[in-house]
T-cell receptor
Framework: AQSVTQLDSHVSVSEGTPVLLRCNYSSSYSPSLFWYVQHPNKGLQLLLKYTSAATLVKGINGFEAEFKKSETSFHLTKPSAHMSDAAEYFCVVSDTQGGSEKLVFGKGTKLTVNP | DAGVTQSPTHLIKTRGQHVTLRCSPISGHKSVSWYQQVLGQGPQFIFQYYEKEERGRGNFPDRFSARQFPNYSSELNVNALLLGDSALYLC??????????FGPGTRLTVT
């Protein structure tokens, strides 16, 4: 079965400093991986996706993620945090076994941005 | 373009009651998926429908059911509500097997 593990439940950074949110995946085949963001009392917004093209994926709002097969990792980064980045971030793997496409979510990483 | 819409936004039910949640996908999207997000957790897959047929079901009891209509909108039904059913219910739409776009969710509280 496909799964993801988010290595940090909480990450705190200062505004203007880099962001690193860590995710490891487990997959029996070449995975499709995503990062979603959820602001308080809001739905989920897709930040970026990896589908076996370029290993460095650029997303919205300056975020990017690098797929590393040797490390089974898909970490999310941003060079400079903004106050508006404070939210919950989910690493997600797509499971297409059984004829459906279900998204399997990690437990989430809460990002706090300090002024 | 309108995104995924869900109704109602919030509702409060009593244990043992039944609830119906509704979802309208993005225009042109033929697949709708439902997820349950309990406070402090990531969303869990409940159902996926494509072209009005159930394509997948998560590990949820038979009290949970869903259907998709000819206009691709969908309903999620939950019978005999339990306190543990309190959660944010999210609907997502996609064009076939592709990235899924989520609605704002329905917050269900069971008392």
């Amino acid at each position: 079965a496909q799964s993801v593990t988010q290595l940090d439940s909480h990450v705190s950074v200062s505004e203007g400093t880099p962001v690193l949110l860590r995710c490891n995946y487990s997959s029996s085949y070449s995975p499709s991986l995503f990062w979603y963001v959820q602001h308080p009392n809001k739905g989920l917004q897709l930040l970026l996706k990896y589908t076996s093209a370029a290993t460095l994926v650029k997303g919205i709002n300056g975020f990017e993620a690098e797929f590393k097969k040797s490390e089974t990792s898909f970490h999310l980064t941003k060079p400079s945090a903004h106050m508006s980045d404070a939210a919950e971030y989910f690493c997600v793997v797509s499971d297409t076994q059984g004829g459906s496409e279900k998204l399997v979510f990690g437990k989430g990483t809460k990002l706090t941005v300090n002024p | 373009d309108a995104g995924v819409t869900q109704s109602p936004t919030h509702l409060i039910k009593t244990r043992g009651q039944h609830v119906t949640l509704r979802c309208s996908p993005i225009s042109g999207h033929k697949s709708v998926s439902w997820y349950q997000q309990v406070l402090g957790q990531g969303p869990q897959f409940i159902f996926q429908y494509y072209e009005k047929e159930e394509r997948g079901r998560g590990n949820f009891p038979d009290r949970f059911s869903a259907r998709q209509f000819p206009n691709y909108s969908s309903e999620l039904n939950v019978n005999a509500l339990l306190l543990g059913d309190s959660a944010l219910y999210l609907c997502a739409s996609s064009f076939g097997f592709n990235e899924q776009y989520f609605g704002p969710g329905t917050r269900l509280t069971v008392t």
